[in-house]
């Protein structure tokens, strides 16, 4: 009986057969065995190709060796490696293609096969049965660690974290925690930078999807910029940045205020007072540096009561009705600051008879003047306004 050879090619030698031969080829099929157990081999691949791995009859052949590594880099098309459809084995294939753009399949030759997709390298554990090549890793399920693992430059495509888990420190205390809710669709990405810029804190998913920051309770948010560095709302090409702050949702609920600046020319830096105003009332009034401060309001005139003496000091803003049925008054004028205003009124229609006399305070003057302003007119009402040194109170209205 002649001799025989399994599905791999080693050979099964009949009783009476090869005599003279039994030690070379018993040592071929040992080595033949080895390769099958444990041996290592390349495979080079082509493009637009088929490699067809065959047994060879009592000769090694990559078809009966167990860690095949694929080879070359494809350029111009996918490439398939066929193993014949009556092979009962399995293998580690590593397919370590160098190119990006195309396939790699490792099949029987009726059977669809596993596949690598374009761009993805790496060893799969593959069986077949006679009929299909199956990727027996792929039902590995996800590898558990116990105690203490420390991972060093490993890269993680796609982790996942139960609701509420965690990472942590090197103590085990939570660090970053995830939580989820059904069906979700948007996420955060953290993109690092080049040198000179900042890294990017996004939202991504859907178009126009916000970011919420939550503070536990009636806890704040700070944010807190270095020594030199600052909070910027940022502006593009259709709007300039934009402070929305929302109503109450007990109250109007759905409005807005919003603080926006204008079409601006040059920079503009305004700096808060120190305290709150001393009087209620005032309101904030800015230097052309942008300093804000406190300030009364100022206009209109503050009317007293009817001044019936022989002479009257007068305050800058108030306005005097002044009665000379008796006697004639002189009023003196305040030391005048520019835009200062005081108001005469004749109360009895008597200016006529009894004269009111406008001094000046000092050495200022009326009218360019350091005369004395005297009103004999019968019902005169006048305000006189502080305008300079040079020409001093002027009438505003007679």
């Given at each position: 009986m002649p001799s025989t050879y399994t599905n791999l090619g080693i050979q099964k030698m009949a009783t009476g057969?090869?005599?003279?031969?039994w030690g070379t080829l018993t040592n071929t099929n040992w080595d033949m065995m080895e390769n099958i157990a444990g041996g290592y081999v390349t495979q080079a691949l082509a493009d637009n190709s088929t490699v067809t791995l065959t047994k060879s009859d009592g000769a090694e052949s990559v078809l009966a060796t167990r860690v095949i590594k694929l080879t070359g880099t494809l350029s111009a098309g996918n490439a398939i490696v066929t193993v014949p459809d009556s092979i009962e084995n399995w293998w580690i294939v590593n397919n370590a293609e160098g190119g990006s753009t195309y396939t790699v399949t490792?099949?029987?030759?009726?059977?669809?096969?596993?596949?690598?997709?374009?761009?993805?390298?790496?060893?799969?554990?593959?069986?077949?049965?006679?009929?299909?090549?199956?990727?027996a890793s792929a039902s590995f399920g996800d590898v558990t660690l116990t105690g203490t693992q420390t991972l060093t430059n490993k890269t993680l495509t796609e982790p996942k974290f139960a609701d509420g888990g965690f990472i942590a420190d090197t103590t085990g205390a939570e660090t970053l925690a995830f939580g989820e809710v059904s069906s979700p669709l948007n996420e955060f990405k953290i993109t690092n930078a080049a040198s000179g810029n900042g890294p990017i804190l996004s939202s991504q998913g859907q178009t126009n999807v916000p970011i919420?920051?939550?503070?536990?309770?009636?806890?704040?948010?700070?944010?807190?910029?270095?020594?030199?560095?600052?909070?910027?709302?940022?502006?593009?090409?259709?709007?300039a940045g934009k402070i929305i702050m929302q109503a109450d949702t007990d109250d109007s609920g759905s409005f807005v205020a919003s603080f926006q600046p204008g079409v601006l020319t040059e920079s503009t830096n305004?700096?808060?007072?120190?305290?709150?105003?001393?009087?209620?009332?005032?309101?904030?009034?800015?230097?052309?540096?942008?300093?804000?401060?406190?300030?009364?309001?100022?206009?209109?005139?503050?009317?007293?009561?009817?001044?019936?003496?022989?002479?009257?000091?007068?305050?800058?803003?108030?306005?005097y009705p002044v009665n000379t049925t008796a006697q004639a008054c002189t009023a003196t004028l305040p030391a005048g600051s520019v835009g200062d205003e005081v108001s005469f009124i004749d109360y009895a229609r008597t200016f006529d008879t009894n004269n009111l006399t406008v001094e000046s305070d000092s050495s200022e003057k009326i009218y360019a003047s350091t005369d004395d302003l005297t009103v004999a007119v019968e019902g005169a009402s006048f305000t006189l306004v502080y305008v300079d040194a040079t020409q001093g109170w002027l009438l505003k209205d007679k």
């Open positions: 057969e090869k005599a003279g031969t490792f099949k029987t030759v009726s059977g669809t096969g596993v596949a690598w997709a374009a761009g993805v390298t790496g060893a799969k554990l593959i069986y077949t049965d006679g009929t299909n090549c199956v990727d919420n920051i939550t503070p536990a309770g009636t806890g704040d948010v700070f944010i807190n910029p270095p020594s030199s560095g600052s909070l910027i709302i940022s502006g593009n090409s259709t709007q305004y700096k808060l007072p120190l305290a709150y105003a001393t009087t209620t009332g005032f309101v904030l009034s800015s230097t052309d540096a942008g300093v804000l401060s406190w300030a009364e309001v100022a206009g209109g005139t503050s009317w007293q009561a009817v001044e019936t003496g022989a002479t009257m000091t007068a305050v800058a803003g108030n306005g």
